[in-house]
């Protein structure tokens, strides 16, 4: 596996995809019950955006530096706001809380899903982060030492996602987001996702896909829809129209038994992160529940 994710750390995608995954944990937070988060491919955990991989693409440029310095609605910042704490926790001072109408500059090191996690935890709360790649699983590890609720385990995420599910605790977060690198990665997330959530149907499920042309994510989606789970909902969002020469502009996610009040949140800070991270007149997004009888809700970003 040649995959680096340093490379894309902070990038639109990630954004999108991280600030959705810190409101599912902090629903998860409301009940004082435990929970359980398995991240089956974590990456390294923490990026350095200066360094050489994040420099040489400067894609953390057009996802976190232009939220970081956006201006946002005072309703997107509370939803945004156990994310940017996140942020807070993994930079240095100065690094001015988020407030409404204000930007906030000086992101050097982003957190992955692992570290966003980990910052989210409570004390009776788990985090069980994989990782194959070799470098990847130590930066991993290194990142997580020392916290007495997560672990690191060099594994493949494909084994993990058999070998965790189900967890002992009853409600739990599984995130599920492979390199795709292979060309039935699409195929072997909805089957691994299907298998797991026969083993455990509480837990709450997020994929997360690119969407570079359709066929792929629609044959995805079908797939999942086939599946017949009770609840799923599809967000995807788009920054750009398709361009000549290629590059990612869009990607989704899909959450199996999502929080109930998670559609609605997404409804209100998409159109703002679209304000933020939209490059042109394409930019967009697209909201809807994947159970047979959902209807599609469409959104476009308010005017500037």
Sequence with gaps: MNYRHAFHAGNFADVFKHIIVARILTHLREKTAPFRVIDTHAGEGLYDLAGEEASRTGEWRDGIGR?????????????MAPYFAALHACNPPPYPPPRAGQGREGVRYYPGSPMLARHLLRPQDRLVACELEPR?????????????????????????????????????????????EQPDDL???????????????????VMWYPVKERYGPDRFIKAMLRAGMEKCLR????????????????????????????????????????????????????????????????GQPESA
Excluded: M
Aim: include cysteine; glycine fraction near 10%; charged fraction near 15%.
């Design 136 to 180: 990847a699983a130590a930066a991993l590890s290194s990142h997580l030492r020392g916290c007495a609720t997560a672990k690191a385990v060099h594994i493949d995420g494909w084994i993990a996602l058999n070998a965790y599910v189900p967890a002992k605790e009853r409600r739990g977060l599984i995130i599920v987001d492979p390199p795709f």
């Design 187 to 205: 195929v072997r997330l909805a089957d691994g996702v299907t298998a797991a959530y026969r083993k455990w149907p509480t837990g709450i499920y």
């Design 235 to 298: 967000a995807e969002f788009v920054v750009a129209s398709p361009q000549p020469a290629g590059g990612l502009n869009a990607c989704g996610v899909i959450v199996v038994n999502p929080p109930w009040r998670l559609a609605a949140e997404i409804g209100i800070f998409a159109p703002a992160l679209l304000n933020a991270l939209g490059r042109d007149s394409g930019r967009g997004y697209t909201l809807d529940d994947l159970a047979p009888s959902g209807a599609a809700r469409f």
């Design 67 to 79: 939220l970081a310095a956006a201006k946002l609605p005072a309703d997107a910042i509370t939803l």
